[in-house]
């Protein structure tokens, strides 16, 4: 290498051992509390939120006033997509576990049914005779197993993730300009948009009888952009090149759990029959193209609970309008009209 290829190579190492030198970011012995260096970041936990979390939140005093006991089973990935480098799935194994956490927001009276090992083990210790008594733990008793002692559930939620669609529509611009001269300088600029969308079906069923109470069929579609600029100039003998970019990706995963808190919010106010379409429960949605933003829900009920009311399995129509126009949506060019999302009862 030449005394001048050395010199323009020193100088760049010679600012990067001096920035990390003046930042101390790494020591060779630990702190006072037992750490080489201190993390980056500093963000705070926050709540896992949708854009149904509140109207969720809204249904809980209505559900208690009609208590139903419901299971969650399995929520699967039928998708089979995964990532291209093999280190996992494209979308989310814990779908069952947002049904469980929607629920929860809305209120319903839950019964574990998902993993019931523990619960399982603790009875093979107790029938064993090998857990003691809390209540006498030092007269050598054990814990009795009484007959009837475990609620069952009313109804339980299975389904699945069943679509994940990459580039339903995209968009993209390119350019370039700058002088004709050898060492004029250039510039590009560049950016695309994309749309996907993420698919869920769910269903509803009484756990006495095994009828299906509700179908529910989703889908939620997913934006993205990129964006990236660059120059490109000689000065005297030297020369640089500078690009930047940008790029964002609505979550897929935080799709997928809109998606199911959406479902569990209808399947909610559809067992539980809820008077005036949703009432003040639909006014948080702030969604217009959303069945529950005006208020209006596919079904009738009364004014006023009735305390004596027992929810029972219920039967559907199908909404011709949406199985005429089953793609309907799924681009601004497509005339939706007023196509529910669910049948009308």
Do not use: W
């Not at 699967?76 to 927001?105: C, F, H, N, P, Q």
């Not at 939620?157 to 060492?183: D, K, W």
């Not at 949605?285 to 219920?314: E, F, H, I, K, V």
């Amino acid at each position: 290498m030449t005394p001048r290829g050395r010199k323009h190579l020193l100088k760049p190492l010679v600012l990067i051992l001096a920035t990390l030198a003046l930042e101390g970011c790494i020591s060779p012995s630990a702190d006072s509390i037992g750490r080489y260096t201190a993390p980056i970041g500093g963000s705070p936990v926050i709540s896992n939120e949708t854009p149904y979390s509140t109207a969720l939140r809204c249904m809980s005093s209505i559900v208690g006033q009609h208590p139903v006991r419901i299971a969650v089973g399995q929520i699967a990935d039928y998708t089979g997509k995964i990532e291209a480098d093999g280190s996992g799935r494209k979308v989310t194994a814990g779908a069952a576990l947002m049904a469980m956490t929607a629920l929860s927001k809305s209120g319903v009276h839950m019964v574990e049914r998902f993993d019931t090992s523990v619960a399982e083990m603790e009875l093979k210790y107790a029938n064993n005779k090998l857990i003691g008594d809390d209540k006498n733990p030092n007269d050598g008793d054990f814990r009795k197993i009484i007959a009837g002692s475990i609620p069952g559930s009313d109804y339980y939620i299975v389904g699945g993730i069943t679509e994940l669609n990459f580039n339903i529509r995209s968009e993209n611009a390119s350019g370039t300009g700058g002088g004709t001269a050898t060492n004029a300088t250039t510039g590009t600029l560049g950016g695309n948009v994309y749309v996907m969308n993420v698919g869920l079906d769910m269903r509803l069923v009484n756990t006495n009888t095994l009828e299906v109470a509700d179908v529910i069929s989703y889908q939620k579609q997913i934006i993205g952009h990129q964006i990236s600029a660059g120059v490109f100039d000689f000065m005297g003998t030297n020369f640089f090149d500078l690009s930047a970019g940008e790029s964002a990706l609505e979550p897929i995963q935080l799709a997928v759990r809109s998606v199911i808190e959406r479902a569990v919010l209808e399947m909610v106010t559809r067992i539980y029959r809820v008077p005036g379409g949703g009432g003040v429960c639909a006014s948080p949605l702030n969604t217009a193209a959303d069945p529950l933003g005006d208020r209006r829900m596919p079904y009738q009920a009364s004014n006023q609970p009735n305390p004596a009311y027992r929810p029972t399995a219920y039967s559907t129509e199908n909404n011709n309008d949406s199985r005429q126009n089953p793609y309907g949506g799924y681009s601004s060019g497509d005339a939706v009209g007023d196509v529910r999302l669910r049948g009308r009862y």
